[in-house]
Nanobody, 126 residues
Framework: QVQLVESGGGLVQAGGSLRLSCQAS????????MGWFRQPQGKEREFVAS????????RYTDSAKGRFTISRDNIQNTVSLQMNSLNPEDTALYYC???????????????????WGQGTQVTVSS
């Protein structure tokens, strides 16, 4: 069965950086697009970044552009999210997600993702 496990979350001060990682297993990882979503406490889940199956195309939510970078390693079966210049508004539970459509693109829609990790908490203090 497909499994996604996030890591790298933690507590940082505003202006700091974190790098989140997602380890995938259970299927040919390089066939599928991957994404990062986040859910602030008391709010709905929202799109952050996504990357196509090959790693040649990416998408970002407006607030992430210029600060966050999504990447993937199709040999190690991982997808990462480098987050710089963090602010308290970035505080959320961050989820790794995978699509089920082969050779898929970097959709920003959570309905397009079938597989989800358990989440890793990111907390940014002011």
């Amino acid at each position: 069965q497909v499994q996604l496990v996030e890591s790298g979350g933690g507590l940082v001060q505003a202006g700091g950086s974190l790098r989140l990682s997602c380890q995938a297993s259970g299927r040919p990882f390089n066939w599928y697009a991957m994404g990062w979503f986040r859910q602030p406490q008391g709010k709905e889940r929202e799109f952050v970044a996504s990357i196509n199956y090959l790693g040649s195309s990416t998408r970002y939510t407006d607030s992430a552009k210029g600060r966050f970078t999504i990447s993937r390693d199709n040999i190690q079966n991982t997808v990462s999210l480098q987050m710089n210049s963090l602010n308290p508004e970035d505080t959320a539970l961050y989820y790794c997600a995978g699509r089920s459509e082969v050779f898929s693109g970097p959709s920003p829609n959570d309905n397009d993702y079938t597989y989800w990790g358990q989440g890793t908490q990111v907390t940014v203090s002011s």
